[in-house]
């Protein structure tokens, strides 16, 4: 609910007010929304998979793949239909509060604590927080996820441009471009969990980053278009698994799943939007 009042703030205050403060913390409240959901979702994933006994956490995350793809494709239909992007953005707003509403009611509702002397003080939580800063695996685990990101973040911020001004191709391929990657990390996502179980995280991540850095090299380099296109598509499937499987790791790395999950996708995140920078 925070981040879709985020969403109608920004467009209400850049396209009615234009006022740079408040556009600003509508970014801010879209930020907050996202980031404490993020949390909040990845937590419940990781105990959904210990209870069905395999990995679905790339199925899950699939979603957020998908959800790029929709999210461009709204986009570029407003645009076509010159759609003012504040009615774009309320319009937005409006569908992400009624799902919100619509998806929590099926979410499981944990037991309350019988003695509220079991919920331990705000001192401790923020001190079992501070300590996953601490955990050499779980900054590890963060790490992986670092580079994953930073892979993720720049194809997010930069692939239409590079195919475009790189590659010359015209400004609706290369948008076209940037679908495939969407889809191609959706893909890997949705058909990644099987692999998982059958040769294991650590495996699937080093031989999905491999196939990434493949793709990457002949994103540069390569010539014809069609090499392009599956650079593009081995670097999405190079950036698919790291996040979800390592926010399912960080999950099992301590008592406190949300404090570590906290710790891992902050690192993440950072990195993805360093790779927005990077350009």
Not at 166 to 176: D, I, M, N, Y
Not at 211 to 240: C, E, K, N, R, Y
Request: aromatic share 6%; glycine share 16%.
């Amino acid at each position: 609910m925070v981040a879709a009042v985020g969403v109608a703030l920004v467009g209400y205050s850049a396209g009615v007010l234009h006022s740079l403060p408040l556009t600003a913390v509508g970014f801010a409240l879209l930020g907050f929304g996202i980031g404490s959901m993020d949390v909040m979702i990845n937590v419940e994933g990781a105990a959904a998979e210990k209870a069905i006994g395999r990995t679905v956490m790339p199925l899950m995350h699939a979603g957020c793949a998908a959800g790029v793809i929709a999210g461009a494709g709204i986009g570029a239909a407003c645009v076509a239909l010159n759609i003012d992007f504040v009615w774009q953005f309320g319009g937005e707003a409006l569908v992400i509060l009624a799902v919100a509403i619509r998806a929590v009611s099926y979410l499981p509702q944990a037991e309350p604590p019988v003695d509220p002397a079991a919920i331990p003080p705000l001192r401790e939580r923020l001190a079992s927080w501070a300590s996953g800063w601490k955990n050499g695996r779980l900054l590890l685990i963060g790490l992986v996820m670092l580079g994953v990101e930073l892979g993720e973040g720049t194809a997010n911020s930069w692939l239409t441009l590079a195919a475009h001004d790189g590659h010359g191709q015209p400004a609706a391929v290369a948008a076209l471009f940037f679908v495939a990657f969407a889809v191609g990390e959706t893909g890997a996502r949705v058909f990644g969990g099987p692999i998982v179980d059958r040769i294991g995280r650590v495996r699937t991540v080093r031989v999905t980053t491999a196939l990434g850095a493949v793709g990457v090299a002949l994103f540069i380099l390569g010539g014809p278009a069609w090499l392009v296109l599956v650079g593009t598509v081995l670097w999405a499937v190079g950036v698919s698994m790291g996040f979800p499987l390592g926010m399912s790791a960080a999950a099992d790395s301590g008592p406190n799943p949300a404090a570590q999950v906290s710790v891992v996708a902050s690192i993440g995140y950072l990195a993805n939007r360093g790779g927005g920078c990077a350009g």
